[in-house]
């Protein structure tokens, strides 16, 4: 089983900083992928940033240049980092790993975290 432990969510006002964090730990053979999601009231789920083991990156359009994903491979931890935050980045941000339980898994399986809560605001 994997345990995500998230943070760094909070209030902040338009044009501030957040940074997130999310430390995967449990009984796992290997993580590829780990990403943050957010999802604002009466929205869809939505990927906002994603990570291969390999360093790999994917941003939604709507954070490109305010937004950067990086990560420690040796501690199973992501970190999100917002700059020039605005009223629509307001969600809750969920992290999600993409991983094997076993190395004879057949396939990827996946896991969320609860959550944390951004809110962007004056």
């Known amino acids: 089983q994997v345990q995500l432990v998230e943070s760094g969510g909070g209030l902040v006002q338009p044009g501030g900083s957040l940074r997130l964090s999310c430390a995967a730990s449990?009984?796992?053979?290997?993580?590829?992928?780990m990403g943050w999601y957010r999802q604002a009231p009466g929205n869809q789920r939505e990927l906002v940033a994603r990570?291969?083991?390999?360093?790999?990156?994917n941003y939604a359009d709507s954070v490109k240049g305010r937004v950067a994903i990086s990560r420690d491979n040796a501690k199973n931890t992501v970190w999100l980092q917002m700059n020039s935050l605005k009223p629509e980045d307001t969600a809750v941000y969920y992290c999600?790993?993409?991983?094997?339980?076993?190395?004879?898994?057949?396939?990827?399986?996946?896991?969320w975290g609860q959550g944390t809560q951004v809110t962007v605001s004056s």
């Open positions: 999600n790993v993409e991983y094997k339980r076993t190395s004879w898994a057949p396939g990827w399986s996946y896991y």
């Open positions: 449990g009984s796992v053979f290997s993580i590829n992928a």
């Open positions: 990570i291969t083991s390999g360093g790999s990156t």
